[in-house]
């Protein structure tokens, strides 16, 4: 899958936990935003610092909240590295193989909350949504014979 693909958020288990979570909902997306953004950050710096056990929490925190809001390819690449952090742990190695997977979370995770924002911000319509201020009128021909 690439990152560029429309496949990075499910827009109906997205939506459906807009109505679910009702006015707490852009609350509630700042957190994930907030949290995932720290989750990431101390991913890669787990993999820098060679630190398996720093990277089990904080993927496990992202997978979650991204599967609140329908971002299942950022909480499957989280999940892998979850997964594979604690088998490491187990084997006392490092996972040198999940480089490339933190570089796709990043991505994922850029590309998903860029799809957020532009889902939720105010000024823009959203597909299926007509009307607004500054429409087009649709009765220019009104009164002309």
């Given at each position: 899958?690439n990152v560029s693909?429309?496949?990075?958020?499910?827009?109906?288990?997205?939506?459906?936990?807009?109505?679910?979570?009702?006015?707490?909902?852009?609350?509630?997306?700042?957190?994930?935003?907030?949290?995932?953004?720290?989750?990431?950050?101390?991913?890669?710096?787990?993999?820098?610092?060679?630190?398996?056990?720093?990277?089990?929490?904080?993927?496990?925190?992202?997978?979650?909240?991204?599967?609140?809001?329908?971002?299942?390819?950022?909480?499957?690449?989280?999940?892998?590295?979850?997964?594979?952090?604690?088998?490491?742990?187990?084997?006392?190695?490092?996972?040198?193989?999940?480089?490339?997977?933190?570089?796709?979370?990043?991505?994922?995770?850029?590309?998903?909350?860029?799809?957020?924002?532009?889902?939720?911000?105010?000024?823009?319509?959203?597909?299926?949504?007509?009307?607004?201020?500054?429409?087009?009128?649709?009765?220019?021909?009104?009164?002309?014979?």
């Amino acid at each position: 899958m690439n990152v560029s693909d429309g496949d990075v958020v499910d827009w109906a288990h997205f939506e459906k936990a807009r109505a679910e979570l009702g006015p707490g909902f852009i609350r509630i997306l700042s957190y994930f935003r907030e949290d995932g953004q720290k989750s990431v950050a101390a991913i890669e710096q787990a993999m820098r610092e060679q630190n398996t056990v720093a990277l089990v929490i904080p993927a496990h925190t992202i997978k979650g909240e991204a599967r609140q809001f329908g971002a299942d390819p950022l909480a499957t690449v989280a999940e892998l590295i979850e997964n594979t952090a604690r088998l490491c742990i187990e084997t006392r190695r490092f996972p040198d193989e999940l480089v490339a997977d933190v570089v796709k979370l990043r991505q994922l995770w850029e590309a998903t909350i860029g799809m957020f924002d532009e889902a939720t911000n105010p000024l823009k319509s959203r597909p299926g949504q007509s009307g607004g201020f500054g429409r087009r009128a649709n009765n220019q021909n009104f009164g002309r014979l």
